[in-house]
């Protein structure tokens, strides 16, 4: 079975702080693909990065980096320079791979509140 | 290019009643998830079609839930009998069946059952 936790709850820092979203999981799969998803209160869910778990490189993108270590089963978020419209919920999530393709379903952590104050 | 859409965005219904979701999915995706997901925690797989095929069913989707894709386009979701505790968000995703799959969400249904 797979399982993806995201420990913190909420996060709360003020504006121009650099804030991480920590995520571990569990899979059985030799190969995987770990997401990081974002749901602003509007709801809608925005795919923000997937990674191959045969590629350990890490990325950034813009204010945004990703660190996937396999090691620890870890794949945590840093948003560098926090903006008040960074506030929204972040989720992780984990689906198989089998044979090259992803294997459909996610499965997402409990999701982290981060809140950004002005 | 459209991204996935949901009809209606919010359903208010009684105990007992009968609803039916709408996703769009967009347009050159073959995949077609559902997913339930209801306050403070992440959401959870229900469902998916690979064109019209229903080719996965959550333990979560009891008899009074039902799925379909007609054509392998739009899809629907039924929920018959309603109960309080299927209020939820039901959130539809689509995707490209290939390697680097990556889902895209909708808006998604909130449902209150009173």
């Known amino acids: 079975a797979q399982k993806v936790t995201q420990a913190q709850t909420e996060i709360s820092v003020v504006e121009k702080e650099d804030v991480t979203l920590d995520c571990v999981y569990e899979?059985?799969?030799?190969?995987?693909?770990l997401f990081w998803y974002k749901q602003p209160p509007s709801g809608e869910l925005v795919f923000l990065i997937r990674?191959?778990?045969?590629?350990?490189q890490n990325e950034i993108s813009g204010r945004y980096s990703w660190n996937f270590q396999k090691s620890t089963s870890s794949f945590n978020f840093t948003i560098t320079a926090s903006q008040v419209v960074d506030s929204a919920v972040y989720f992780c999530?984990?689906?198989?791979?089998?044979?090259?393709?992803?294997?459909?379903?996610?499965?997402f952590g409990q999701g982290t509140i981060l809140t950004v104050h002005p | 290019d459209t991204g996935v859409s949901q009809n209606p965005r919010h359903k208010i219904t009684k105990r007992g009643q009968n609803v039916t979701f709408r996703c769009d999915p967009i347009s050159e995706h073959n995949r077609l998830y559902w997913y339930r997901q209801t306050l403070g925690q992440g959401p959870e797989f229900l469902t998916y079609?690979?064109?019209?095929?229903?080719?996965?069913k959550s333990r979560l989707l009891s008899d009074r839930f039902s799925a379909e894709r007609p054509k392998g386009s739009f899809s629907t979701l039924e929920i018959q009998r309603t109960e309080q505790g299927d209020s939820a968000m039901y959130l539809c995703?689509?995707?490209?069946?290939?390697?680097?799959?990556?889902?895209?969400f909708g808006p998604g249904t909130r449902l209150l059952v009173l």
């Open positions: 990674r191959n778990s045969f590629d350990e």
């Open positions: 899979t059985r799969d030799t190969t995987y693909y």
């Open positions: 079609f690979q064109n019209e095929a229903q080719l996965e």
């Open positions: 995703a689509s995707s490209s069946k290939g390697y680097q799959e990556t889902q895209y």
């Open positions: 999530a984990l689906s198989r791979n089998a044979g090259g393709t992803s294997y459909g379903k996610l499965t």
